[in-house]
C-alpha cells in the first residue's frame, strides 16, 4: 500500500462561455513566452537584433505546432484513418495529440528557412534559442501531469505520480500510482 504519492489535478480545464480553457494549453503557451524570452536575452546578448529573431519565431511557433500534430498523426495512423473514423479528425487538434519532436522538427525547419532568407545566422540562432526550449518543454510537461498521461510503469515509491482509473492505460487498471 502506498502511503505517500503525488496526486493528480481533479480538472484539466475550466469553461469560459462556450469555450474550455485547457491547463495543457496554457501550460505550453507558458513554455513558448518562456523560450521566446531566453532565447530572445540570449540572441540580443550576442549581438543579434530583436526584430530579426521575433520575425524567425512568429513562423516557427505555428509551424512548429503544425509539425508536432503531423508527427503525432503519422505515428498514430490507427486512431485517424479506417473503417468509421472520421478522417478530417486529424485536424481537430483541439481533441489531444501533439509531440515534441515534430514541434521542433517542424519550428527548426520554418526557423531555417526564414533565417536563410532574412541573412541570420541558423545555428547561431539555434544556440540561442536551445536552452529557452529546453525549459519550454518543461513547462509542457506540467500540462501532460494535468491531463494524467506520459506516466511510466507503476511504483509504490512515495514520489510515485496517481492516476485516476479513467487514465490509466489498458492492462495497469489495478495498480493508483506511476513513475
Same mark, same amino acid.
Given at each position: 500500500?502506498?502511503?505517500?504519492?503525488?496526486?493528480? !489535478?481533479?480538472?484539466?480545464?475550466?469553461?469560459?462561455? !462556450?469555450?474550455?480553457?485547457?491547463?495543457?494549453?496554457?501550460?505550453?503557451?507558458?513554455?513558448?513566452?518562456?523560450?521566446?524570452?531566453?532565447?530572445?536575452?540570449?540572441?540580443?546578448?550576442?549581438?543579434?537584433? +530583436?526584430?530579426?529573431?521575433?520575425?524567425? #519565431?512568429?513562423?516557427?511557433?505555428?509551424?512548429?505546432?503544425?509539425?508536432?500534430?503531423?508527427? =503525432?498523426?503519422?505515428? =498514430?495512423?490507427?486512431?485517424?484513418?479506417? !473503417?468509421?473514423?472520421?478522417?478530417?479528425?486529424?485536424?481537430?487538434?483541439?481533441?489531444? $495529440?501533439?509531440?515534441?519532436?515534430?514541434?521542433?522538427?517542424?519550428?527548426?525547419?520554418?526557423?531555417?528557412?526564414?533565417?536563410?532568407?532574412?541573412?541570420?545566422?541558423?545555428?547561431?540562432?539555434?544556440?540561442?534559442?536551445?536552452?529557452?526550449?529546453?525549459? $519550454?518543454?518543461?513547462? $509542457?510537461?506540467?500540462?501532460?501531469?494535468?491531463? +494524467?498521461?506520459?506516466?511510466?510503469? !507503476?511504483?509504490? #515509491?512515495?514520489?510515485?505520480? +496517481?492516476?485516476?482509473?479513467? =487514465?490509466?492505460?489498458?492492462?495497469?487498471? +489495478?495498480?493508483?500510482?506511476? =513513475?
Amino acid at each position: 500500500m502506498v502511503t505517500l504519492f503525488i496526486p493528480s !489535478p481533479s480538472i484539466s480545464g475550466f469553461p469560459i462561455g !462556450p469555450l474550455t480553457i485547457r491547463f495543457y494549453s496554457l501550460c505550453l503557451i507558458t513554455g513558448m513566452i518562456a523560450a521566446w524570452i531566453i532565447g530572445l536575452r540570449r540572441w540580443k546578448a550576442r549581438g543579434g537584433r +530583436q526584430d530579426s529573431f521575433e520575425l524567425i #519565431l512568429l513562423w516557427a511557433i505555428p509551424l512548429g505546432i503544425v509539425g508536432a500534430r503531423a508527427y =503525432h498523426v503519422l505515428t =498514430h495512423l490507427g486512431d485517424y484513418f479506417g !473503417p468509421g473514423i472520421n478522417p478530417w479528425s486529424v485536424f481537430f487538434i483541439w481533441e489531444g $495529440g501533439i509531440a515534441i519532436y515534430g514541434a521542433v522538427g517542424g519550428g527548426a525547419l520554418a526557423a531555417w528557412l526564414v533565417a536563410r532568407r532574412e541573412k541570420v545566422a541558423f545555428a547561431a540562432f539555434a544556440d540561442a534559442l536551445a536552452p529557452g526550449i529546453a525549459i $519550454g518543454q518543461a513547462f $509542457g510537461r506540467f500540462g501532460n501531469w494535468f491531463n +494524467q498521461e506520459l506516466y511510466g510503469l !507503476p511504483t509504490d #515509491l512515495p514520489w510515485g505520480l +496517481q492516476i485516476d482509473p479513467a =487514465h490509466r492505460a489498458p492492462g495497469f487498471e +489495478q495498480y493508483a500510482t506511476f =513513475h
